[in-house]
């Protein structure tokens, strides 16, 4: 039954996933934006921070590069009405990470949220993106199940 419920609440979240999380983090960041001081209170640390945070942002584009550069057509698509799939992705980073795309998004957003200095926030943003792609991944498996069964599985 939780199960069901949370592959139903990742049908919705997964129609909107493109907006959701970004409109679940604008008063946050705002919130946040009010306060930002230099990290530890030096200048030559924030300097530093702030190229740590940016590593984070270009390995989470480099990483949504690498996949969707080796993706096949239909597949891992921008669709949003229904999930789509005519075969399984296998190769490339999907033999390492089974959601490249989620990976590079939290890793990118996770830089961003960096480059705010806050903690609250960055536990903030953690948390939502886990909870809502969770849903999400969730109801993609289901769906990859019922499509291809034991070829998925494997």
Known sequence: MLYSTLCNQGDWAFRWRSIAPAVL???AVIVALIDVQYFLDSHT???WWDLFAISFVVAGLGIRVWTTGHTPR???GRNTK????????????????????????FVGGL???LLLHSLWLTLYYVLA????FERVI????????RKFGDS???
Do not use: H
């Not at 969730?138 to 199940?145: K, M, P, T």
């Open 129 to 132: 993106f886990a909870l809502y």
């Open 74 to 76: 239909r597949t891992s």
């Open 45 to 47: 640390y924030d300097q």
């Open 138 to 145: 969730l109801a993609e498996e289901r769906f990859l199940l």
């Open 82 to 105: 229904s999930q789509v799939a005519d075969s399984l992705n296998t190769r490339g980073i999907y033999s390492i990470v089974r959601n490249p795309l989620y990976l590079g998004n």
């Open 152 to 154: 998925y599985r494997q």
């Open 111 to 113: 830089g961003v949220i």
């Open 25 to 27: 983090m604008i008063p």
